[in-house]
């Protein structure tokens, strides 16, 4: 027996060793050599040792990554060297300033070359880890530099962090600590909150917000779902390897299995941070992730000793911010403009001013009330913000600068564009205009129905359809089915063939989906995912439009607003007149029912979990009645992973690989 137990034991150990290798090529380097299937082989076979010897379950097993229990509140753990901060420059000569009084301090002279490393520095939050005899015992954020929040359940579930370090170039060190910062991919972080706007739930402001609400979770299973990666920098506590420079403490983190930040270099003057700050400047905009500037680092330990440490900043290490995302500017004016549905919301017109790098001349003021509660004026000297690619906001005003000549801002209580009197329904925070013919509402609307996610018209911006409105070719959507080529040749910059295309595109777009015609119809509330709900219970246009709101409320994510909206657009005499012109344009679209049987032609599933409601065979067969497949592994390729309850590995790899999960319930839906 004790045979059948060291036999078990080694061969859990073997299977450890063989997964910790696959998930470090697989999320580290980011270079697999096993197939998906593979790989699950390894994993299941581990899982299923495991639940029969429980008592061989250690908590650095590759099965452990899934997370534990909620917390009821976060625990305090006290870094064994203090988590420093570090001083900043922000421009070249501060950068040599910085440069002369390091080789001031080192006892030699200004113009000596002096080996330093540098890096980008990332804008996340700062993490350490504590690996003690190779396995992680414990994560904490920064806090305050001396205390962080203990986060160790949270950073378990992080992909990229091995639960035990590589041990392949000998025996790991008794105790490390690594420190770095874990970061929302920019893709990520628009997914994520697209998705949020869609589930009505408030937007993270910019990545790093992201990682923090996600790693910040009391319950490590929403930490799980989201996608957060982490890159080490800098060490802490180190007991049994020695090392001289930061240079070989980067490589010795990327040999225990950890990831460093991309496009670290060793640079042996000032000149050569000189360029390579320029260049990170340059390749900024093109990463994948936030930064906000370089760190430069002196690369011998014995001199970072020798220079020490500020209070809170070590003497050997600088931040050159880049040129920062926020700037002044005087508020010329404001605004007021109409939206699609008749919103009238404010935008402030400002003196044009660079922020980073990008010339602003309006900025989102939001709405009255956040107008309100800021108290800008005009006249104000204010702040801006542009945070990557989001539309710039004024922050506040200085008021400190006031002159005593500022104006207060008017509310208007006429539409700025057809003059009807505005309505402001109570508990909204928004004016809108109440006339469907407003044109200022009509050239949005038609700007939607022509969007990506509505009719997809390719080579129809919204330059172009204000050009056809003021002439007068279009006055509603449907106008767009009846042009010929002749209509767009006046119109600016408009050449033979381009205005073919336009053509051609409008005429292939009459071939759509029923969703992306619900969509692009612009029903209030009713967005792209909504759309896609309503498709998958409705066949006709008919149907929804005579659908009561009771009935619409019934159906899983429609509530009592989205309902109302919804009728009242099928109230509309206008709306009903563009439907009907819409059609006789030539407008069709996959009907559900030959939808929901197409929609899974094609499509590949993957079943993990118990199902409640029907047997896998059962479920498979469902598949592939409507044209699906179903398959035993997660890939990119797989369109769908079916989740039961106490999923296994399948799950994570789904989330791993961005591959859309499905509750049973709505595999039910799907399944009709
Ligand atoms: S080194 C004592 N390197 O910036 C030096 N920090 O403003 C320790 N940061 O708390 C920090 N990227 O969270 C270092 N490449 C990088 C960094 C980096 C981002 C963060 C770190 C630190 C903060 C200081």
Redesign the pocket.
Known sequence: MADQSEEVLKKIEELRKAIRHHNYLYYVKDSPELSDTEYDLLFDELSRLEAQYPEFITPDSPTQKVGAEPLESFGVLEHRVP????SKVNTEQEFRDFHRRVTELLGYSADTELEYVA????D?L?IELVYEKGILTSAST?GDGVRGEEVTNNVKTIRSIPLSLFQESGSSPPLIEI?G?VIYHKDDFNRLNRQREADGKPLFANPRNAAAGSLRQLDPGITRRRPLDAFF??LGTIEGITLQTHYEQLELISSLGLKT?PHYVLCHNVNDIVNYFKKIEGIREALNFEIDGV?I?VNKLDYQISLGELSR??RW?V?WKFVPEESTTVLKDVVWNVGRTGAVTPVAILDPVQVGGVEVKRASLHNEDELQRKGVKIGDTVVIRRAGDVIPEVIKPLTEMRTGVEIEIEIPTHCPVCHSTLVRPDGEVIRRCPNVSCPAQVAESIIHFASKGGMDIDGLGPKLILQMLEKGIIKDAADLYFLKKADLIPMERMGDKLAQNIIDSIQASKNTTFSRLIYALGIRNVGEHLAKVLESHFSSMEELKNTPQEELQAIDEIGPIVGESINFFFQDKQNLNLLDKLFKAGVTFKVAEKAQIQELTGKTFVLTGALEHLTRDKAKAEIENRGGKVTSSVSKKTDYVVVGADPGSKYDKALELKVTTISEEEFLEMLG
């Open positions: 988590m420093l901060s570090l890096e980008p520095k990332l996340g700062s920064r420190r910062e920098y800098d930040i760190v680092k900043s070590p290490a931040a």
